[in-house]
């Protein structure tokens, strides 16, 4: 049951944040309107990240560099690999990046930078969760 509810929690915290980040990149493209968006299919995938607690507590001695080099590395794993299994299932993946730093249009190098952040940051949201007095 805590997986559950902790994949919900992770699920929605994604959506959320990626619609806050979407509305400021469009503010940034001078639309303010701030439009930002998501797609629901990302919602099981922002979950995913319940199971990258026991790497959080197996690597949280090391160096914050290296935790987010892994976090890097995991959540691109995870994206790509979303991103075929859509292309597979629905015939299209929702997101498709562009540029000469996409691989396949599942992943791009430009959000490596977001994503070494978001992994740091679901170390605090991680802890948080485990310290709340019901546990969730």
């Known amino acids: 049951m805590k997986i559950l509810k902790r994949f919900i929690i992770y699920g929605i915290i994604g959506l959320v944040i990626e ?6 990149a469009s503010l940034l493209k001078g639309d303010f309107s701030m439009q ?7 919602m099981p995938i922002y979950g995913l990240s319940v199971f990258l607690e026991p790497l959080h507590n197996r690597i949280r ?3 914050w560099w290296i935790r987010g080099l892994v976090y890097l590395a995991t959540i ?13 299932v629905l015939g299209d ?3 498709h990046y562009c540029g000469k730093l996409n691989i396949n249009g599942y992943i791009t190098l430009r959000m490596a930078p977001e994503w070494f952040i978001a992994g740091l940051g ?7 969760l485990d310290e709340l007095p019901l546990k969730i």
């Open 76 to 88: 691109w794993m995870i994206e790509y690999s979303s991103g075929v299994i859509l292309a597979g």
């Open 36 to 42: 930002g968006f998501t797609f629901l299919v990302m």
């Open 122 to 128: 679901f170390e605090y949201l991680h802890d948080l």
């Open 61 to 63: 001695p090391f160096p």
């Open 19 to 24: 619609v806050i980040y979407t509305g400021l």
């Open 93 to 95: 993946c929702p997101w």
